[in-house]
């Protein structure tokens, strides 16, 4: 018997069950496959932004409180000082990776998305992919399969306009979280992302460009979260992560379609991975249905732009601990900037309005600050 779907997907993580719930919507015909068994954990910030959510709920996931811990805006930390915004009229959700797998792939399933997991796939030429030893036919073909991911290279799209990559690990802590903030702290040589996730759990992420660096010496760059979780039990296995900006030249070619991180990805400091998973399942979707993939690349590219401009400037800060020691001071001092461009940052206000508002005012105070 010939096995066919219309749609093939590579990876079930959350870009390759997203597509599928949505390309199911558009009445496609969906398979997706993974290598691994379910609920698929991540070394992630596990922090889920306003947009994300909203992306979710179009798709018919609704996260509610019971998934996680609401957190309401981000606090900036570094040895000398604080600040920090709240959402305008919205919320975020902190949720662990194998919770936000298990809402995702019910919903598929619901969505009757075929789904093979333990499965090895290999695509093999247009039109057919080696599934677990068995020849399998498609329409189209989605690369969902992550940063390193195989469809990108077998379909030659692997060039890149830029490419940074930077290095940590997740780490949960079996506590109740302590803000109902998501905090990032700044050190030199990267920062920890501190998510609260349940009741009694909390979840620290730390990015940074050195590779390789084991959790106490990352505590030791952060004195102020090494305090708070000493002799508190971890609550996961610790996981290895690389955070990757990269922007691809092509996100679609003859047939086959990138998403998630395989189509490029933007550093974990935005906190909005997941959010660019969703919206470019909700528009590859609607090019497929129209089956031109050439409006999913404009529409793949739009989505990025914001997220990538953020990313830039924070990883200036990165980059640069004078930058964002001035950068705090300022937002410590004039808490509206800081407001202003967090809501810049979820999309719900524009970088020019900001800019044209506030743009002088904040590059004086940079230039005043640290003195
Ligand atoms: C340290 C860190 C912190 C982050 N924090 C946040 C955050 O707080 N909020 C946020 O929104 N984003 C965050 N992100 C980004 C977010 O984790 C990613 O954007 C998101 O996981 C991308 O999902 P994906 O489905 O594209 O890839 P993945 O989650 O990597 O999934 C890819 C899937 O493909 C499968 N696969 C790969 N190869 C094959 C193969 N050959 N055959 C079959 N299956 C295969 C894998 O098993 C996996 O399930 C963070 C990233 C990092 C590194």
């Not at 692997?158 to 079996?174: F, I, P």
């Not at 914001?306 to 400037?313: F, G």
Request: contains cysteine; charged residues 25%; aromatic residues 6%.
């Amino acid at each position: 018997m010939r096995l066919s779907t219309e749609v093939l997907v590579l990876g079930g993580g959350p870009a390759g069950l997203s597509a599928g719930i949505a390309l199911r919507g558009r009445g496609l015909e969906v398979t997706v496959v993974d290598a691994l068994a379910p609920a698929i954990d991540k070394a992630c910030g596990e922090g889920l932004m306003p947009g994300a959510l909203a992306a979710l709920e179009r798709l018919g996931v609704r996260m509610t409180a019971a998934d996680g811990m609401p957190f309401y805006g981000i606090r900036f930390v570094d040895e000398q000082r604080q600040a920090e915004a709240r959402f305008l009229g919205a919320h975020g959700l902190g949720v662990r990776r194998l919770r936000l797998h298990e809402r995702l792939r019910e919903r598929a399933e619901a969505c009757g998305v075929t789904l093979l997991w333990n499965t090895r796939c290999q695509p093999m030429g247009p039109g057919r992919a080696m599934v677990d030893g068995e020849e399998l036919h498609y329409r189209w073909l989605v690369g969902a399969d992550g940063q390193s991911s195989t469809v990108r290279a077998w379909a030659g799209m692997g060039a890149c306009r830029m490419e940074k990559l930077r290095y940590g690990m997740r780490r949960h802590y079996r506590m109740a979280p302590w803000s109902e903030l998501v905090e990032v702290h700044w050190a030199e040589r990267g920062q920890a992302y501190v998510t609260p996730v349940a009741e009694d759990c909390v979840c620290v992420a730390f990015v940074g460009r050195a590779a390789h660096r084991e959790a106490e010496e990352w505590l030791e760059d952060f004195p102020a979260i090494a305090e708070r979780v000493e002799g508190v039990p971890l609550a996961s296995a610790q996981r290895g992560a690389v955070s990757a900006t990269r922007v691809l030249r092509e996100v679609e070619r003859g047939g086959v379609a990138l998403v998630g991180d395989a189509s490029g990805s933007v550093d974990a400091v935005t906190g909005e991975g997941m959010a660019s998973c969703f919206l470019q399942a909700e528009v590859l979707a609607d090019a497929m249905a129209e089956g031109h993939l050439e409006a999913y690349a404009k529409a793949h590219q739009r989505i990025g732009r914001l997220p990538h401009r953020m990313s830039l400037l924070l990883l200036l800060m990165d980059r640069f601990p004078g930058l964002e020691q001035r950068a705090l001071e300022v937002f410590a001092e004039r808490p509206e900037y800081f407001r202003e461009l967090l809501a810049v940052h979820v999309g719900a206000r524009g970088l020019e309005e900001f800019l044209a508002r506030r743009g002088l005012g904040f590059c004086m105070g940079l230039l005043r600050a640290g003195g």
